[in-house]
């Protein structure tokens, strides 16, 4: 209860204009991270995320 540092780091994560999707590009700006990481972390726990409601969407 008295750490309140953690929650000035929140921050709104910014959706695609159908309010539901989100790039890779933005993921990594949210985390702070780069596009690569993403993908990495994607890639190791491709399965439990799948389970979890992703999907990956191709133009």
Do not use: C, W
């Not at 929650?7 to 204009?17: F, I, M, N, T």
């Not at 780069?34 to 994607?42: A, D, H, S, W």
């Amino acid at each position: 209860m008295e750490r309140t540092d953690v929650l000035d780091r929140v921050k709104a994560l910014s959706l695609l204009p159908d309010g539901m999707h989100v790039t890779t590009a933005m993921v990594a700006a949210y985390f702070g991270v780069t596009v690569e990481v993403i993908r990495q972390l994607k890639a190791r726990h491709h399965e439990e995320l799948s389970l979890n409601g992703m999907v990956t969407l191709t133009p």
